[in-house]
Structures are given as C-alpha cells and as structure tokens.
C-alpha cells in the first residue's frame, strides 16, 4: 500500500517521526498491508508536535508545494513534474492506493490515481466536506475530483460526518483516540453548582479562535457578577467560579497572554502550554465544559475527547460538529455573538439536571468510537 500525504515525515537519529494523530493512525492502516510506501515531503519549517512511528515504512521524498507566496509556488512549479513522476511509478507498482486529503500533495494524488481505474483506492478526506462550506478551489477541487464515480473509481472516500445527496462511493467515518479499556473507567460524577472548569484543547492559531475563548469568560464573569450583584443588593460577588485552561502552544499565545494581563484575568485563565496525554485526560476529567470556537474542522479531536469523559463541548456550528453533538442534545452551538452565547451558557448552568444530561449523553455517543472499532472498521474497507 502506497499512502500519498502532505504531512511529513521527519528523520532524526535514525528513527522516522510525524505528526503525532497522523502517526498514532498508521499502526492501524499497517495492519491490512504486508508493506506500506508513504509518498509525503520530509521537512518541516514550522514547529510540530511530533511522536515517533512505530511502523517501519519506505519514504518515497516529494518536494513540498505551497502557493503561499509568489517564489514558493514558482518553485512548486518547478517540483511539479519530478512529484507527478514519482507518484505514478509508486501508484504503477502498488496493490491499494490510499490518499489523505485536502492538501496540495493530496490534490496532485487526486489526478494521478485517475489513470488507475482499477488498483483499489481509499482516501481519508479529514477537512470540512459540507457541501455548502465556503472553501479554497483547491479543496472543492478536490472533493469534485473524489465525488466523480468516473474520474475517481474502486474507491472509497472517508469523510466526517453524514451528509445527504452524496455520490455511492462516500463513506461516513470517524477518528478514535481512546482504547475499549478506557470505557472502564467510569466518567466523572461532577457538580454543576459550584465552581465550574473551562477549557480549550488544540493550536492557538486565529483558525481555532482561541481569544473568542478567553472573551467568552470575560463576558460570563461579567454577566453573572451582575447578576449575582442584584441578588445581593449590590453587593458585587460571583458565586461561581469560573475558570479557563488552554491546552496547547501557537501564534496567538503572545496575543492571549497580553489579553489576560490588560482584563486581570490572571487568577481565572492559564496558558497550560503542550502536555502529554495523561495530563490531558485529566483535565477532561476535571473540567465541565470544553470552548471550540473554530472556524473549520474536519473530525473535532478535542471534542470528541472531551465529550468521552463527559465535558460539554461549546462549539460552532461548523463541518460534522452538529452532527457530534446532535445539534444541541450533546452539546451548545455558539452562535459567536458574545452576549447571546454568554445567557445560552448562563441558562444552561442554572439547569444541573440539563447539564448532566448533556454529559451523559455526550459520554455514551463518544465511548462507541474506540480505537478497536475504528481498527476493525478500516479492516472491513480491505
């Protein structure tokens, strides 16, 4: 098996790196191939959160292309053919083709596979596929390309979430993070009346609008210390405490830490920084709600994690997160505007039996998708 990816992979010391989800997935793609080639870039220019792959798979190099810029896509040009070169001698010589899209190596495997009509195909689509998305051309290319049953044959095409109208070779599908082993321990019995723990898990980058995040708090303690003012006839004094966790590292951090000092938030809001996953799950546990105010994902990670040890995602409604948390049963949908999300989360709670409704809920829908399904399910597509 041949995958085809614009995630890299990273040498060091002898030993093969990536993306940390990414490698955790290709154990289970292994496991239905006797050898697997990975045709992606090997450099990286940025900081990446890397974990070493267990798998020993052959690293067919492609040249990275972007078009960010007016040189870097003069010189993706120029890389053009020696990639379209190198994938159609890799995609020649396999017996299954699996593609990760979208990305600019993904589209370029988009065209290449259309003159392998009969080697069997797969491709794990991890962006937005909502039909009515606004995107890039580069990525409704793509899922035209995938959603051509004669440009793009013997192929199943994975995407995230279940959407109507769709082409016979569109697959709902999902990502898993927890094992069977972890339904055993029990979701956390948590109290909805005292103080209350917040969260944001993922990159703070402007895509996942981690300073929405922090506004959002502002606003509730805002809100309910106003609130809380006219009960005690002015006497101004929050009865719940309310408290924000950011999981993660990127640009906007220097953004947030400022933001934190100019609003004296600092004994409410922390920058946590990357941990490892013990950490993490532990924060879950602790934590009441989960703040995604993102402007597009594909499989929300975080929320479905968040969702398995029985936080509350507050989320946009944006690509499958509606379907995840059944528009509103599992969950609250932001609407990003600061006032009307703050009185949603507000009446929600004042309500602890709807609180711990949606917690049930959200833990019983997110424990069905486990890594042995998600094993078995990958399986079945060979």
Known sequence: ?????????????????AYAPYADELKYWNLNSDLIEI????????????????????????????????KSGFISMLNLPINVIRLYRSFFKTDHIHLRCPGNIGLLGCFVQILFPKTPKTVKYAGNWDPKAKQPLSYRLQKWILSNTFLTRNTKVLVYG????????????????YSEEMIKIKVPQRQWDGPLEFLFVGTLSRGKRPTYALELIRQLLKQLDCKEGEIFKGHSTTLRTLRLKYFGDGPEREVLEEMIIQN?????????GNVNSEELIN???????LILPSQSEGWPKAVAEAMFWGAIPLVTPISCVPWIIDH??????????????????????EDSDLCQKKSHLGAYWARQYTTERFAQEIKQLF
Not at 330 to 343: H, I, K, M
Request: with cysteine; charged share 20%; net charge negative.
């Open 1 to 17: 098996m041949v995958i085809v990816s614009s995630a890299p992979i990273i040498q060091k010391r002898n030993k093969i790196f």
């Open 264 to 272: 004296e938030l600092q004994d409410c809001v922390t920058l946590m």
């Open 328 to 349: 509103g049963q599992r969950g609250q949908l932001l609407s990003l505007d600061l006032v009307c999300d703050a009185n949603e989360i507000i009446s929600l709670i």
């Open 283 to 289: 924060a879950y546990q602790e934590s009441h709600f």
């Open 39 to 70: 045709a992606c870039p090997t450099g990286f220019n940025r900081p990446l959160l890397l974990k070493e792959i267990e798998i020993t798979p052959e690293i067919i190099e492609l040249k990275t292309m972007d078009f960010i810029s007016f």
């Open 162 to 177: 279940d959407w109507p109208n769709q082409s016979k070779n569109i697959k709902s599908f999902f990502t898993a993070t």
